[in-house]
T-cell receptor, first 110, second 112 residues
Framework: DAKTTQPNSMESNEEEPVHLPCNHSTISGTDYIHWYRQLPSQGPEYVIHGLTSNVNNRMASLAIAEDRKSSTLILHRATLRDAAVYYCILRGSGTYKYIFGTGTRLKVLA | GAGVSQSPSNKVTEKGKDVELRCDPISGHTALYWYRQRLGQGLEFLIYFQGNSAPDKSGLPSDRFSAERTGESVSTLTIQRTQQEDSAVYLC??????????FGPGTRLTVL
């Protein structure tokens, strides 16, 4: 199973953009990149996913490097409610198996 | 509509006892997943169901762990002869397709 590497923690000021990096140097051509986040004392929630092209939704943007060996989750304006653990996950095409790593704990400062 | 529900929300048991954890997925979701999350750790994949069958059981930690799903709906995760290292939050998720999983609130299991 392809693995991801994320920083253990990051800090951001409220209302500023946040760039959360993820390295996945062993990604295969058919692996999808998923991001989930887990707020304190809750189950994870879906944020965004992509394959090759950059993706945008109401929550965030996903920027995927041209060689696909890394990606960045972008929160355009961090709020205090965005404080959570953010997980970057690779999922092989045709499989439902998700391998969560330890994630990045994002702290948002007021 | 209703989200994924899990019961019980908390379970305290004695070492050596069996426990059964229940997950009610969102209606119509064909895929169902079980994960374990130890304190301060990330999620550990246990098993997933496509319909009522489990194509991948590779994450089950030992033969004390088993899971079943009936009617493409409710699923139960059973842990026999519980050990203290089984203490964790057990999370269930369901999805209608490969893309977005919807998680339940989890069952916190404490083995004394």
């Amino acid at each position: 199973d392809a693995k991801t590497t994320q920083p253990n923690s990051m800090e951001s000021n409220e209302e500023e953009p946040v760039h959360l990096p993820c390295n996945h140097s062993t990604i295969s051509g058919t692996d999808y990149i998923h991001w989930y986040r887990q707020l304190p004392s809750q189950g994870p929630e879906y944020v965004i996913h992509g394959l090759t092209s950059n993706v945008n939704n109401r929550m965030a943007s996903l920027a995927i490097a041209e060689d696909r060996k890394s990606s960045t989750l972008i929160l355009h304006r961090a709020t205090l409610r965005d404080a959570a653990v953010y997980y970057c996950i690779l999922r092989g095409s045709g499989t439902y198996k998700y391998i969560f790593g330890t994630g990045t704990r994002l702290k948002v400062l007021a | 509509g209703a989200g994924v529900s899990q019961s019980p929300s908390n379970k305290v048991t004695e070492k050596g006892k069996d426990v059964e954890l229940r997950c009610d997925p969102i209606s119509g979701h064909t895929a169902l997943y079980w994960y374990r999350q130890r304190l301060g750790q990330g999620l550990e994949f246990l098993i997933y169901f496509q319909g009522n069958s489990a194509p991948d059981k590779s994450g089950l930690p030992s033969d004390r762990f088993s899971a079943e799903r009936t009617g493409e709906s409710v699923s139960t995760l059973t842990i026999q002869r519980t050990q203290q290292e089984d203490s964790a939050v057990y999370l269930c998720a369901s999805s209608p397709y490969i893309g977005e999983q919807f998680f339940g609130p989890g069952t916190r299991l404490t083995v004394l």
